[in-house]
C-alpha cells in the first residue's frame, strides 16, 4: 500500500511517489515556461502592442495559421478553392518539413553501415586494428570545420548537408557500436563457437542481436547531434528546410514563426525518440538496462 | 506426457551416443606477460591424458590455472609451451565438439529457453537460405519436441520454455546451459565452476543431473571446481592443481592425479559414507599443504554438503 506524502519525501532517495505526483510534478516545469512566457509577453505588448521578440498567442495563432495553412512567400500562390488538406499540403511548414526530413532519414539510413563498421571492429580484431586508430583521430575532427571541404566537394546541394551530418555523428556512432559490442562476455562468444556457429552467426546471430537495444538507445541520443548538423547545413546553404526557414525569419524578427517551428522540431524529435522507444520495448522484451 | 518425453530423449541419447574422445596434453606450460614483473606462470609442465568416457574433476585454489586448463582443452587459450590433442589432433581453434558450460553468461539473453537450447542444432542442420526449406521446419518441429524433453529432464517446467534467462533463476539458467550443451550430444563436455553460483539444493539436484546424464552416454567430462566434495562426489578421477610459485621453476604445478573409488551408493548417500568422508579429509588436507585452499574451501564444502544431503 502507497505511503502517505511527507514534505521530508521531495528529498529522499528511498522514496516511490505516487503515479499521480510523478504526471504532476512533470508537467510543472511545462506550466511554468508557459506563465513565464505570457507574463513577459503581457508586459511588453502592454508597452507596445506591435511587438514582435515575444509574440502574444494571437500573433502566434497567426504565425502558426500561416505556416500551416499558407504557402512559403517564394511560391506559388495556393487557388482560394482549395480543401484544408491541399492547404497543408502545399505549406510552408509541410515543405520544409519534408526537405528537412528527407535530409535527415538519408543521413540514418548512411548511419548504418557505420554502425555495420562499428560492430565488425569489435568481433574481427583486424578490422579493429585497421580501423580504431583512425575513427578515434577521425572522431576529433570538429565536424563542421568540414563544412567548406564539403562544399568544395560535393555543391552546395543536398550532398554536402547529408554528408556534414553523417561524418560528424558517423565515427561517435561507430566508437559507441564498437564499445557496446566489445562488452558483449567472451563467454556468449566462446559457447556460440561450441553451438557450431560460423564467424558471421556470432557477428550478426549473437553479438548484434544482443546489442541491438543498446545501437537504438545510441542512435536516439544521437538524434540532437544529427538535428544540429542538419540546422547548420540547412542554414548556411538552402533554398528550404526548418532551419532554412528559422534563419530566414530571423531577418525579418519572424518570432511568430520561429517559436512554433522550434517547437514543431522539439516535437518531431521527441515523437521520433519515443518510436525508436517504443520499437525498442516491443522488439527487445528480453532487454534488461541496467 | 513427461514419461513420453523422457522416453524419447532415452532414445535420441542411445541414437546419437557419443563418439569416445580423449585428450592429451603434453608438457603443457601457460605464461602470461606480467609487465615490468616479467611473465606469470599459470600452468607449467603439466601432462594428462583423460580416457574417453572419464569425469575429470580438476581442484585447486583461485589462480592455479584451473580454468585456464579448461580454455585450452576448448581451443579457446593456446599454451605458450607443450601440445594439446583431442582425439588425437592438435587443438587449433574453439572445438566444436566440445560442449561448455561457463559460470554465468552462458544462455543468450535474447533468445527464449526454448531458442537457446534449439540454437546449436539448428546450426548444425543447416546454414542461412538452407533454413527456409521446408524440411528445415519439419526438423524443427522434431527438434523442438527433443528439446522439450531434455528441458523437462533438466527440471524445467513447460511454462518455461518460452520464458528469457532474465526471467529464470540462477539455478534454471545452468539446468538450461546443460541442456544447450547436452542437445548437441558432444563427445566432451566442459565445465567450468558451473554450479558454484547456485544454492546448495539446487547445486545437489544439479549434480545428480549431470551425473545421470554422464552415465547414460558416457562423454567425457572435464570439470572444474574449487569444492572438493563435489569434485570428489561427482568424478571418476581427481586432478588437484597448485598455484605456480617463483621457487617452483621447471616444476609441475600437478599437485594430484588420481582415481576416485566408485561406489554403488546414490550421490546423496555416498557424501554421507565414511570412506567419502576420509578421501575427502585426505584430499584436504593436500590441499591445504600445497596451497591455501582451505581457507575458503571450508566454507563452500559444508554449504554443499548440506545441499546434498538435503
Partial sequence: MAQPFRVSDLAGIQVRPARLWTHSLSWILFVAGIALYAHFSIVRHRENPEDRVIPSATQMIHGLKASVLEPAEEDDPLDPGATLFQQVRHSMIWKDTASSARRFFTALLLLVPAMLIGLHMAVFPYVGAFFLLFVLFFDKIVALSLLPILFIVFGIDEWSKIMLMVIGVAPTLMLDTYNIAGGVPKEQVVKAFTLKSTNLDVAYRIVLKQVLPQLINSVRLNLKPLALFLFAGEMIASTDGLAYRIAIMRRHMGMDIIIPYLLWVALLLFSLDALLRFTNRRLHPWYQPL | MVSAALRLVDAVAAQAAPQRTEIELRDVSVSYSAGKEGSKTVLSKLNLKVGAGEFVVILGET????????????????????????????????????????????????????????????????????????????????????????????????????????????????????????????????????????????????????????????????????????????????????????????????????????????????????????????????????????????????????????
Fill in chain 2, 63 to 310: 589462480g592455479c590455472g584451473k580454468s585456464t586448463l579448461l580454455r585450452l582443452i576448448l581451443g579457446q587459450e593456446f599454451p605458450t609451451e607443450g601440445v594439446i590433442e583431442v582425439d588425437g589432433k592438435p587443438v587449433m581453434s574453439i572445438d566444436a565438439r566440445c560442449g561448455y558450460v561457463p559460470q554465468k553468461y552462458s544462455l543468450f539473453p535474447d533468445r527464449t529457453v526454448l531458442g537457446n537450447v534449439m540454437y546449436g542444432p539448428e546450426n548444425a542442420k543447416s546454414r542461412f537460405l538452407a533454413r527456409f526449406r521446408p524440411s528445415f521446419f519439419a526438423y524443427r518441429r522434431k527438434l523442438r519436441v527433443e528439446a522439450q524433453a531434455y528441458l523437462v529432464r533438466m527440471g524445467l517446467r513447460p511454462q518455461d520454455m518460452n520464458k528469457y534467462p532474465h526471467q529464470l533463476s540462477g539455478g534454471m539458467q545452468q539446468r538450461v546451459a546443460i541442456a544447450q550443451a547436452l542437445l548437441m550430444h558432444p563427445p566432451v563436455l566442459l565445465l567450468d565452476e558451473a554450479f558454484s553460483a547456485l544454492d546448495p539444493s539446487t547445486r545437489a539436484s544439479l549434480q545428480e543431473q549431470l551425473q545421470g546424464v554422464w552415465q547414460e552416454s558416457k562423454p567425457t567430462v572435464v570439470f572444474v571446481t574449487h569444492n572438493t566434495s563435489e569434485a570428489l562426489s561427482l568424478g571418476t578421477r581427481l586432478i588437484l592443481l597448485r598455484r605456480h610459485h617463483e621457487d617452483l621453476a621447471g616444476e609441475t604445478n600437478l599437485v594430484l592425479d588420481m582415481e576416485i573409488p566408485r561406489s554403488s551408493l546414490p550421490l546423496s548417500m555416498r557424501v554421507k559414507s565414511l570412506e567419502f568422508q576420509e578421501l575427502l579429509e585426505h584430499v584436504r588436507q593436500l590441499a591445504y599443504e600445497s596451497s591455501s585452499l582451505h581457507t575458503d574451501d571450508s566454507e563452500s564444502d559444508s554449504s554443499v554438503e548440506e545441499g546434498t544431503l538435503a
